[in-house]
């Protein structure tokens, strides 16, 4: 098993937007207007932001976008503590969603 270059991954997401906009730039432009909605109020500030979006990529599972959101984390100087939290959460929800029954589960079908 071999450990995963992770600034060399880190590059590839966006190598790959970059091709997808190319060929569809209204997809990009589809996840930029949500994207930008938070960014117009901010609120929650970019830090905390990204900190949301690093335990999303963790729970869906997606390695590039953790490449990402981590990279970003450590731009908007998230502690190492503010990111074990986050990590902590992310694990937590995961944990939690292995308790819900799958929907087509009833107390029939026991």
Same mark, same amino acid.
């Given at each position: 098993?071999?450990?995963?270059?992770?600034?060399?991954?880190?590059?590839?997401?966006?190598?790959?937007? /970059?091709?997808?906009? &190319?060929?569809?730039?209204?997809?990009? &432009?589809?996840?930029?207007?949500?994207? %930008?909605?938070?960014?117009?109020?901010?609120?929650?500030?970019? &830090?905390?932001?990204?900190?949301?979006?690093?335990?999303?990529?963790?729970?869906?599972?997606?390695? /590039?976008?953790? %490449?990402?959101?981590?990279?970003?984390?450590?731009?908007?100087?998230?502690?190492?503590?503010?990111?074990?939290?986050?990590?902590?959460?992310?694990?937590?929800?995961?944990?939690?969603?292995?308790?819900?029954?799958?929907?087509?589960?009833?107390?029939?079908?026991?």
């Amino acid at each position: 098993m071999s450990m995963r270059d992770w600034s060399d991954y880190r590059q590839q997401p966006t190598v790959q937007i /970059g091709r997808i906009a &190319k060929i569809s730039p209204n997809t990009i &432009k589809g996840h930029q207007v949500p994207s %930008a909605a938070g960014l117009s109020t901010n609120l929650l500030g970019p &830090k905390t932001r990204e900190l949301i979006s690093l335990a999303v990529a963790i729970t869906v599972r997606c390695d /590039g976008c953790i %490449a990402v959101r981590a990279e970003s984390v450590a731009r908007h100087r998230a502690s190492r503590e503010e990111i074990a939290e986050t990590l902590g959460v992310a694990t937590a929800v995961n944990a939690g969603a292995s308790y819900i029954p799958p929907t087509c589960w009833t107390p029939a079908s026991r």
